[in-house]
């Protein structure tokens, strides 16, 4: 039976089933009456789901740096592998996990997406407690943890229909720092690597079953807490023709290049500290890198509000290479420090670039919108669907970056060629910013996108 809140409760109408069929948050009186506590509500509960998605989807980049000395005999190669596949399987959800909250309901799909994080962490406990098991069938259990990966895109999809335009982009930038500090945190000492190593030795399948409490805490507040919106409905009209624009695909490509970056190097980064510095614990170190990178993304933004995304965002490449360079010096220096610090350059200028990235999507979509109120809305309803392919695009770079680490460790013995790789990627997309977004004469340019 239907139900209805009363007026001193707020304008906010309910059915069973928690469904919400009048949601308008652009009227200031009803967000202030109650718009508002709801929407907080839900972003607190996305939070934790979406920290939780993202730590799953890297708990085999600090596993994987650990299984050899569990019993397996597993080549480097492989190792990586291990830690690139996730993100393989996370970018490909991404657009389907973007429809599914207007198919489903924002507070249903948050249930099932994090209880999908139970096959993972589950499987990821059964399979490393015997060193025979076949590569395939660890594969196959990290392919999995992308599940975590799709995640990102419903959450943020769920969270940007509750909240005003004018509130929208600081709720969006808690939901995703959220998401991305989970990088860090599974990384960090006194996380996964206190866990297995609890009591002395090495118990690896406490990795994932040490999740499985936090995943049905999360799964039981969505569905205790949360809300689905009726106005909240898949638009594949909309998406197809954000899918038809340029500006789609340039920013796509770019997006590789940030959040992209972000990722692979995240999910690398312990491998390539065992790799190149046999004598240094990773999970004392390899935590920092995706901590300070999540931390800095907001700060892209804001700096984006003032001089502009595309500046930001050229500005990013340039550093990117640097540190990428650095991070040569470092290896053939033979120094950790220095390649520590270069790590964490790079990192702060990946996290700054996704806040600048993300900043430039709308205001690309408004300076190509139609005249009117018409045009304008059409064009922010295609920004919102071009960030979820987007979004999708850019994150196969996190399978990427290990995988070109892999092939040069496999055919020179070093990783310094990928290096090179990565420095001639960010000079092209630097380039290709320049061209499209900050040419004198361009129509971005004069847009300050």
């Not at 993100?87 to 249930?111: C, E, K």
């Not at 000492?189 to 499985?212: C, D, E, I, N, S």
């Not at 990783?415 to 990565?422: G, L, T």
């Amino acid at each position: 039976m239907a139900t209805t809140i009363t007026p001193t409760d707020g304008p906010v109408r309910r059915r069973t089933g928690r469904w919400i069929d009048h949601w308008e948050p652009e009227d200031s009186a009803f967000w202030e009456s109650s718009g508002r506590q709801v929407a907080r509500r839900n972003l607190v509960v996305s939070i934790l789901a979406e920290h939780l998605g993202f730590s799953v989807w890297m708990l085999w980049s600090i596993v994987a740096v650990n299984l050899n000395a569990a019993g397996f005999a597993l080549t480097d190669s492989q190792l990586l592998w291990l830690v690139a596949v996730p993100s393989l399987v996370g970018a490909t959800l991404r657009l389907p996990y973007t429809f599914a909250v207007g198919l489903f309901g924002g507070r249903n799909f948050t249930i099932v997406s994090a209880l999908l994080l139970l096959i993972p962490t589950i499987g990821l406990a059964v399979v490393v407690q015997r060193p025979d098991t076949p590569f395939w069938a660890l594969l196959l259990v990290a392919a999995t943890a992308g599940f975590g990966g799709g995640n990102f895109a419903s959450s943020m999809t769920n969270i940007s229909y509750f909240f005003p335009e004018k509130e929208k982009g600081w709720a969006l930038g808690l939901n995703a720092a959220g998401g991305n500090i989970g990088v860090a945190v599974v990384q960090a000492p006194f996380v996964v690597t206190a866990v297995v190593t609890a009591g002395g030795g090495l118990v690896l399948w406490r990795a994932g079953l040490m999740w499985v409490p936090l995943i049905l805490v999360a799964a039981f507040l969505a569905w205790k807490a949360m809300d689905n919106l009726s106005t909240a409905r898949a638009d594949f009209s909309t998406s197809a023709a954000a899918a038809k624009r340029p500006h789609t695909w340039v920013m796509s490509f770019l997006y590789v290049g940030t959040f992209g970056s972000f990722m692979g190097y995240a999910a690398a980064f312990p491998m390539l500290i065992k790799m190149e510095f046999a004598e240094v614990n990773p999970a004392s170190w390899a935590f920092l890198g995706a901590l300070v990178g999540s931390l800095a993304r907001p700060y892209g933004g804001r700096l984006s509000d003032r001089v502009g995304g595309a500046v930001v965002t050229a500005a990013s490449f340039v550093v990117m290479g640097v540190g990428v360079l650095c991070a040569v010096f470092a290896l053939r220096a033979g120094s950790f420090l220095f390649f520590l610090a270069s790590f964490l350059l790079l990192f702060v200028a990946t996290g700054i670039s996704n806040g600048s990235t993300y900043r430039m999507i709308p205001a690309i979509f408004r300076a190509t919108a139609a005249d009117g109120a018409e045009g304008m809305l059409r064009a922010k309803r295609e920004a919102a669907a071009a960030i979820g392919i987007i979004s999708a695009v850019g994150a196969f770079g996190g399978f990427f970056v290990p995988r070109i680490y892999a092939w040069a460790s496999e055919a020179t013995g070093s990783i310094e060629p990928a290096m090179f790789v990565y420095v001639g990627v960010y000079a092209t997309m630097l380039a290709v910013t320049w061209f499209v977004y900050l040419r004198p004469g361009a129509t971005m340019a004069k847009a300050r996108v």
